[in-house]
């Protein structure tokens, strides 16, 4: 069946890094766009970054554009998102989704995995 599994999430003081991974299976991965959102409690899900199934475009929240890197291999069925120079606002679980094109909206996204909590202390 479908799955897509993040890791990497963690505690990590403001100026600090992080990386994520959603790891995929269950579908043909390379022919979908992936993307990252977050929620921090009492808000709505939020768009982060997001990257083309061919690996070819990217596109980023204003939020976080400079300062994180969504990036993938194919052959890994496998996305990662580096975070630098994190801040407290950044704090929020992070999810991962697939969709048949890159997108900003969440509603286009087919499949999500369980998320993965990250929290910046300032």
């Known amino acids: 069946q479908v799955q897509l599994v993040e890791s990497g999430g963690g505690l990590v003081q403001a100026g600090g890094s992080l990386r994520l991974s959603c790891a995929a299976s269950?579908?043909?991965?390379?022919?979908?766009?992936v993307g990252w959102f977050r929620q921090a409690p009492g808000t709505e899900r939020e768009f982060v970054a997001a990257?083309?199934?061919?690996?070819?475009?990217?596109d980023y929240a204003d939020s976080v554009a400079g300062r994180f890197r969504i990036s993938r291999d194919n052959a890994k069925n496998t996305v990662w998102l580096q975070m630098n120079s994190l801040k407290p606002e950044d704090t929020a679980v992070y999810y991962c989704?697939?969709?048949?094109?890159?997108?900003?909206?969440?509603?286009?996204?087919?499949?999500w995995g369980q998320g993965t909590q990250v929290t910046v202390s300032s």
């Open positions: 989704a697939a969709a048949h094109s890159l997108t900003t909206w969440f509603g286009d996204y087919r499949y």
């Open positions: 269950g579908f043909t991965f390379s022919t979908y766009a």
């Open positions: 990257i083309a199934g061919n690996e070819r475009s990217t």
